[in-house]
C-alpha cells in the first residue's frame, strides 16, 4: 500500500493506493478520471498516516464504496498539510499528464 500527499493545482489531498508506484498508469487514469491531470506526490509510511489520522484511518480503508485500488484519505488539504511535517516528505514525484 502507497499512501501520498498529492498536491494538485486546486487542493492537496491524501490518498491511499494499492498500485505499486503513484505513475503506474492505471492510478494515473483513475486521478485523471477525477480531474488530477498534474500533481507533486510526497510517499509517506503508512504506518505514520495511519498514526496521525488514528480511527479515521481505518474507516477510510474499510469503505466499501470507494475503490479497492484507490481511497482519498483526506479531503481538507489544510489538515493535511498540518499534520505532516516538511522534514518527513522525501523526494517529490511529479507527474504531468501529456
Not at 13 to 26: C, M, N, R, W
Amino acid at each position: 500500500m502507497k499512501i501520498a500527499l498529492l498536491f494538485t493545482g486546486s487542493s492537496l489531498l491524501v490518498i491511499a493506493t494499492s498500485h505499486g508506484s503513484l505513475t503506474d498508469p492505471a492510478l494515473l487514469e483513475k486521478l485523471e478520471a477525477k480531474g488530477i491531470k498534474k500533481f507533486i506526490a510526497y510517499e509517506l509510511p503508512p504506518d505514520l498516516a495511519k498514526n496521525r489520522y488514528a480511527g479515521h484511518f481505518d474507516v477510510v480503508m474499510k469503505d466499501l464504496r470507494e475503490s479497492g485500488d484507490l481511497r482519498v484519505v483526506d479531503f481538507n488539504g489544510q489538515r493535511a498539510f498540518e499534520l505532516f511535517h516538511l522534514r518527513e516528505l522525501g523526494t517529490p514525484i511529479m507527474f504531468e499528464a501529456g
